[in-house]
């Protein structure tokens, strides 16, 4: 990070601070109002939250302009596993639902 901070300052390539405050702004309100929303989950009895709903308050809060990137090691290897073990099962089926089809 520091010699992509020198390389840009070498060509005189500036932060607009403009644009900082206002992005860093508007996180902290949505980063807030977020985590006001949870608490009152939380005292209502309506958590855990599910998946669906992390992903869609990590987009809202974030916005489009933002790349999360998260590694789970070995969870990630499982999930690509489970994934393609029910890609075969959905193929093997097909196949012999499209053989029963054909030997009528």
Do not use: C, H
């Amino acid at each position: 990070m520091d010699a992509l901070a020198g390389a840009l300052q070498e060509r005189g390539v500036t932060a607009n601070e403009e644009y900082v405050a206002e992005i860093t702004s508007g996180r902290r309100d949505a980063i807030a109002a977020a985590t006001a929303d949870a608490e009152g989950a939380l005292e209502q009895g309506d958590m855990p939250l599910k998946g669906k709903s992390i992903v869609y308050e990590i987009n809202r809060v974030f916005g489009d302009n933002t790349i999360l990137v998260k590694e789970n090691g070995g969870q990630d290897l499982w999930r690509y596993r489970f994934a393609r073990e029910r890609t075969k099962q959905r193929q093997k089926s097909q196949m012999q639902t499209a053989g029963a089809a054909r030997d009528r």
